[in-house]
């Protein structure tokens, strides 16, 4: 009489074979948890940023509460502790709407359009701007108040001529009026320049309290 087997509808287990062991369900969370943190350090360094709009210097195209994405991958981002950059698309250009460093304060983000690029020749006339001898056609600026100044001691209304500094950019706020930008305290360095504004995922209105529909999801330019 055969001996029955103890596994009569598989297969007995070889020797020496591996034992599979699942991990527990604490070690997948924390590997999964650390795993999107590291994605979402790895996407807000070199690729997409969100920031928020806190003043009105770029109204209408920006009001304040609007919140938008930074692409800065644009223009390129640097390897940290090496003098490298990579995934580089292409360079500022002018009307561009560009994220920094504010000069006088690192620790700030501001966020304005590009008028004048390196080697470009800036002034400003009577609230008019002109780059190269050519007026800077903006058709998002606004102004929102009048002269208040003498024209002659005002840098807001007309400054310059401005000749821009290699790998250097001269950018100013849509609204004209209460932007405080280069025509104040000069240009913006390349490295300074974290990228371009690209699109608004929300908007919410403080003084009515709801949110801003038309805006969300559109792109800026």
Do not use: C
Not at 25 to 34: K, M, N, P
Not at 187 to 203: P, Q
């Amino acid at each position: 009489m055969q001996a029955q087997t103890e596994f009569p509808h598989e297969e007995a287990p070889l020797k020496n074979e591996p034992i599979i062991k699942r991990k527990s369900i604490v070690r997948e969370y924390a590997e999964s948890i650390i795993i999107a943190i590291l994605l979402a350090l790895v996407i807000r360094t070199y690729l997409v940023q969100a920031f928020k709009i806190p003043s009105g210097s770029m109204e209408d195209t920006l009001a304040i509460g609007d919140h938008l994405l930074v692409a800065k991958f644009i223009y390129g981002t640097k390897i940290p502790f090496v003098d490298k950059t990579m995934i580089k698309v292409r360079d500022p250009r002018r009307a561009d709407v560009i994220v920094f460093e504010y000069p006088e304060d690192p620790s700030k983000d501001f966020i304005k359009r590009v008028v004048g690029l390196p080697g470009d020749v800036v002034e400003g006339k009577d609230k008019k701007v002109f780059v190269n001898g050519k007026q800077f056609e903006n058709p998002h600026e606004i102004h929102k108040e009048k002269d208040i100044i003498p024209k002659e001691m005002n840098p807001r209304d007309t400054f310059g001529p401005v000749t821009v500094p290699p790998n250097s950019y001269f950018v100013m706020g849509d609204n004209r009026d209460r932007s405080y930008d280069s025509r104040f305290w000069g240009v913006v360095t390349r490295d300074k320049i974290k990228g371009l504004a690209f699109i608004k995922y929300w908007s919410w209105d403080r003084e009515k309290f709801r949110p801003r529909l038309g805006n969300i999801g559109k792109l800026i330019n």
